[in-house]
Each structure stands twice: as structure tokens, then as C-alpha cells.
């Protein structure tokens, strides 16, 4: 645990790094691009602040074993730079890489292996989006489980459950690994099958993530979500997985940078307003439609038989614009 009188900012830290050094037993400091160790020692400062300030908990060490591992290096005197089909970092030289996107002047990179031993360098550009149009749309969207999402339009879109589906080979995957000694080279290759299937997953995940946001930056100038407390629902022990499985909040993560791009306004419609209880007909708060379990229901004042979800959207459609207008 921390002990009081141990540096733990950027300064303090540095010295000691500084005198580390020159230990003949760590020597091999010196063969690390030296402001790679230094953005460690950011990010140490960084936990340390956060940590004092309750804003997270105390500081874990990395472990060597981990298989997901980055590191991070500033780029200093064009030291970091694109020649051809190869990349230059400092102290590594010219790497061949696989080119994505143009790039422009480059300010940091960050190297990742991943788990399955392949290698990215992410690197952190200067970029101005150039403005693009949208079709001038309006739209709510109410998010689900069982459907990603039901929007105002009357569109459904289904979930499509992509770690639910591979549930079975993982399971089987995991049984093979451990039945495996631990370290050993068979041990290794079950280790990157298990994996690979975690990737495609994850993969699987994204691509369509990015794909539903697209659709919907470029179909609507105003998209009006609700602004779920996740952190708060996980805490439902049933119904955790569905929901990081499903990843509401990276999909509105990619919707509000996209938005960025395009110009569009997302805005987020209180957690606590009774969107599926509003008959969106005549303004009846039906409270029975508290329960989940009911999905349709019939409004009691005006006997509009209503899609809980698609109703919903339209209420929070009607209620984002009212709060745009009051902006």
C-alpha cells in the first residue's frame, strides 16, 4: 500500500527513474525509448491523482504476464514517421505495417499486442473532419436487449447476440485449455484459440456497431437517446452480461463523435422520464407498464393499442425536441 513520503507525482518519479538507471542491474532501462518510460510515469501520476481524489481505487500493477501490452511514445523531431510501407519508432527503427487511413502529422503512437500476438500502432493525428450532410432527419431511439434498439420511425433492429452465439465454443475452447499444463507449448496455442474466438467476437461487436451509428448519423440531424445509467443497471446481476453484451454505451460513444462529424445533435432525454408508461396518442401515464414484462398494452383513455418500445421512442422523440427548444 502507499506509504506517506513516497513520491507519487510525475517529478518525484522521474528522479528515481533517472537514478535507476544508472544501477547496473537495471541497465536494461536504457535499451527502452526513454519517453516511453516517461508516459508510464504520466499515467502513474495520473492514477495516483485519481486515487486521491476517490475518483477510483489504488493503483494495480501491470503484470508482465498479461497478455494484452502497450506502451506509448511522444514523437519528438519527427522521430516517429510513415516511409513507405514501414513506420519508424525510436529505438526500434523501420517496422513494416499495414496502412489503414491516411495520416497526417503525427503526435504520439501507441503500440498494442493483443492477445492473439498481433500488433497495432494507433497513432494520434492531426485531423479536421471535413463537414458532411445528412438526410435532416429527426428520430428517437429506444435501446433493448432482446432488439438493439426500436426507433420512431417504426424500424427495428435486432440484436444479434454475437457472444451468445459463440457461447458453446468458447465453453468448449476454455475446457481444452484447462485440461492443458500451464506454460507449456500446447498451453500456448489453446491460450491464442481461446483467444481468437474472444476476437471475433469483439470484432463481430464493433463492425456492427459502426455500422447501425453510421446509418443513423447520416439519415438524422437530430438523434434523441435516453441517457442510461449503466453502471447503475449492470449492478443487476441478471441481466449484466446481456448488457455489456449488447454495449450501449460504446454505440453512443461512436453516435455523439460521429455527430461531431456530420453536425448532428444527440441529445439525451433524462433516465427517469416514463417513456414506455406516456401513451403517445393522448399523454396518458399508464403505471401498470412499470413491469417489463409487458410489451404491448391498450391506452385506457383512447384504446391505441401501442408496441411498448416503438411507443417509447416516440416519447422520447417528443421529448428531446421539447428539450432542444428550451435550449
Known amino acids: 500500500m502507499y506509504k506517506a513520503g513516497t ?16 544501477q ?11 519517453v516511453a518510460l516517461q508516459q508510464s510515469l504520466r499515467d502513474l501520476d495520473r492514477a495516483f491523482q485519481n486515487f486521491f481524489q476517490k475518483r477510483s481505487g489504488y493503483p494495480t500493477r501491470k503484470s508482465k504476464h498479461n497478455h494484452r501490452q502497450s506502451y506509448r511514445t511522444l514523437n519528438q523531431n519527427d522521430g516517429i514517421r510513415i516511409v513507405g510501407k514501414y513506420l519508424r519508432l525510436p529505438k526500434l527503427g523501420f517496422v513494416r505495417v499495414r496502412q ?30 471535413e463537414p458532411r450532410k445528412n438526410r435532416g432527419g429527426q428520430i ?10 426500436t426507433d420512431s420511425n417504426g424500424r427495428t433492429v435486432e440484436n444479434p447476440k454475437y457472444l451468445e452465439t459463440a457461447r458453446k465454443r468458447l465453453a468448449r475452447a476454455q475446457r481444452k485449455l484447462s485440461r492443458k499444463r500451464m506454460g507449456s507449448k500446447n498451453y500456448q496455442k489453446q491460450r491464442v484459440r481461446v483467444a481468437l474466438l474472444h476476437e471475433k467476437v469483439a ?43 449488447v454495449s450501449w454505451s460504446r454505440f453512443f460513444t461512436m453516435l455523439i463523435y460521429k455527430a461531431s462529424w456530420y453536425g448532428n445533435e444527440i441529445v439525451k ?19 401498470l407498464v412499470k413491469n417489463l414484462g409487458i410489451r404491448q398494452w391498450t391506452c385506457p383513455q383512447c384504446h391505441t393499442a401501442h408496441d411498448r418500445d416503438y411507443n417509447a421512442s416516440i416519447n422520447i422523440l417528443r421529448k428531446g425536441l421539447q428539450q432542444l427548444a428550451l435550449s
Open 100 to 129: 489503414s487511413m491516411e495520416i497526417g502529422k503525427i503526435h504520439h503512437v501507441t503500440i498494442t499486442r493483443t492477445p492473439t500476438n498481433k500488433y497495432f500502432a494507433v497513432l494520434n493525428i492531426e485531423f479536421t473532419p
Open 24 to 34: 547496473d542491474d537495471l541497465a536494461f532501462l536504457k535499451q527502452v525509448d526513454a
Open 140 to 149: 428517437g431511439i429506444d435501446m433493448g436487449i432482446k432488439t438493439f434498439y
Open 269 to 287: 432525454v433524462p433516465s427517469n422520464y416514463p417513456s414506455s408508461q406516456i401513451c403517445s396518442v393522448c399523454g396518458y401515464q399508464n403505471p
Open 203 to 245: 470484432n463481430q461487436r464493433n463492425d456492427f456497431l459502426q455500422k447501425q451509428s453510421s446509418i443513423l448519423i447520416r439519415e438524422n440531424q437530430t438523434i434523441c437517446i435516453e441517457n442510461l445509467k449503466i453502471s447503475n443497471m449492470v449492478r443487476n446481476h441478471k441481466l449484466a452480461q446481456a448488457i455489456r453484451s
Open 7 to 22: 513520491p507519487t507525482s510525475y517529478a518525484g518519479t522521474c528522479k528515481i527513474l533517472t537514478s535507476w538507471k544508472q
